[in-house]
């Protein structure tokens, strides 16, 4: 069951706007996030209490999902307006390849921040590379999100078959969290942003480890073309021994090609005149940088995004 959190600005009360111009119409922004506990649902809420204080007539509501893949569906349905998305999803749902049955109507506001590819063992596990969980129960994250396109297509580049070489499962991060540590699953997969709730919360629970995944961005950009990068998780992020290589992804920020152009013009501006009220929600908000925001290919920019970004070339 998707639950979602109504975000309504007291300001909203009022029904004139500040120039007195004339009434006020209020318009439903839903933002489609991730797990609850999860950097998108965080950072969604964010952009939710930015929007209803700074956007007249703004209805922000955030809803839980299983992330990337189910975000852009419920983007191109017209049943959300704002979602995010892992790049290498959102190339999918672009040139309509599956999961998707056909080319979405999806474009971008803006390139936030770097996903980090999360494969978490216990720390006394005999896995100790990709290849080792061969025979192995692993959740690959839940059913359409952008950790199981991840996960899938990394074992599949390191020579396994997702369907008959692992005891896959597919769960949310929370749910995973507690199998592992009750010892149901040898491993789990996830692809999120720096730091991780869960994975804090779940290393204080538990001695853990997180496995390599060097070299596997070549091999990965070479069958998928897609946007892979090898990348190193601190070790004092989650009370490591030692810095981890793994696998990054960009992360977009998401609308139907039909939005007007104002109201994307006016939420992507809100993400950089707001970014401080936004980190407050989420610390990944001070990753936006204007030079990497217009950086969303394949996936072009919304003319409404594309203004602002002219109108502030050269700023900061």
């Given at each position: 069951?998707r639950w979602?959190?109504v975000?309504?600005a007291?300001?909203?009360?009022?029904?004139v706007?500040?120039?007195?111009?004339?009434p006020?119409?209020?318009w439903?922004?839903?933002?489609?996030?991730g797990?609850?506990?999860?950097?998108?649902?965080?950072y969604?809420?964010g952009?939710?209490?930015a929007?209803a204080?700074?956007l007249?007539?703004?209805r922000p509501?955030?809803?839980a999902?299983?992330?990337s893949v189910?975000?852009?569906?419920?983007?191109a349905?017209?049943?959300?307006?704002?979602a995010?998305?892992?790049?290498?999803?959102?190339?999918?749902?672009?040139?309509?390849?599956?999961?998707?049955?056909?080319?979405e109507p999806?474009?971008?506001?803006?390139?936030?921040?770097e996903?980090?590819t999360?494969?978490?063992?216990a720390?006394?596990?005999g896995?100790?590379?990709?290849?080792?969980?061969?025979?192995?129960?692993?959740?690959?994250?839940?059913?359409?999100?952008?950790?199981?396109l991840?996960?899938?297509r990394?074992?599949t580049?390191?020579g396994?078959?997702?369907?008959?070489?692992?005891?896959?499962?597919r769960?949310?991060l929370?749910?995973?969290?507690a199998a592992l540590r009750?010892?149901?699953?040898?491993?789990?997969?996830?692809?999120?942003?720096?730091?991780i709730?869960?994975?804090v919360?779940?290393?204080?629970?538990?001695?853990?480890?997180l496995?390599?995944?060097?070299?596997y961005a070549a091999p990965?950009?070479?069958?998928?073309?897609?946007?892979?990068?090898?990348?190193?998780?601190?070790?004092?992020?989650y009370g490591?021994?030692?810095?981890?290589?793994t696998?990054?992804?960009?992360?977009?920020?998401?609308?139907n090609?039909s939005?007007p152009?104002?109201?994307?013009?006016?939420?992507?501006?809100?993400l950089?005149?707001?970014r401080d009220e936004?980190?407050?929600?989420?610390p990944?908000?001070?990753?936006?940088?204007r030079r990497?925001?217009?950086?969303?290919?394949?996936?072009?920019?919304?003319?409404?995004?594309?203004?602002?970004?002219?109108?502030t070339?050269?700023?900061g």
């Amino acid at each position: 069951m998707r639950w979602v959190i109504v975000l309504v600005a007291a300001a909203l009360l009022s029904t004139v706007s500040g120039c007195g111009s004339g009434p006020v119409r209020p318009w439903h922004l839903v933002i489609a996030a991730g797990g609850r506990k999860a950097v998108y649902y965080a950072y969604g809420q964010g952009i939710a209490r930015a929007a209803a204080t700074h956007l007249p007539g703004a209805r922000p509501e955030v809803l839980a999902t299983a992330a990337s893949v189910e975000n852009l569906r419920l983007v191109a349905s017209g049943r959300a307006d704002v979602a995010f998305t892992l790049a290498d999803s959102a190339e999918l749902a672009f040139e309509g390849r599956p999961p998707f049955t056909k080319q979405e109507p999806v474009v971008a506001l803006a390139r936030l921040y770097e996903n980090y590819t999360y494969l978490v063992v216990a720390a006394d596990s005999g896995i100790r590379k990709l290849t080792d969980l061969r025979g192995q129960r692993v959740s690959l994250g839940a059913d359409g999100s952008g950790t199981e396109l991840i996960a899938t297509r990394l074992l599949t580049v390191a020579g396994l078959d997702p369907g008959r070489d692992v005891r896959a499962s597919r769960t949310q991060l929370a749910d995973a969290a507690a199998a592992l540590r009750a010892g149901r699953i040898d491993a789990l997969f996830f692809s999120g942003g720096l730091p991780i709730p869960q994975i804090v919360e779940l290393a204080k629970q538990m001695p853990i480890r997180l496995v390599e995944l060097a070299g596997y961005a070549a091999p990965l950009r070479k069958k998928y073309q897609a946007f892979y990068e090898e990348q190193s998780i601190l070790a004092s992020t989650y009370g490591l021994d030692g810095p981890v290589q793994t696998i990054g992804v960009p992360n977009y920020l998401v609308v139907n090609a039909s939005m007007p152009d104002d109201r994307a013009y006016a939420l992507t501006r809100l993400l950089f005149t707001r970014r401080d009220e936004l980190a407050a929600a989420h610390p990944a908000a001070l990753y936006l940088d204007r030079r990497s925001a217009v950086s969303t290919y394949p996936l072009p920019l919304h003319p409404g995004a594309i203004r602002y970004y002219r109108e502030t070339k050269g700023e900061g």
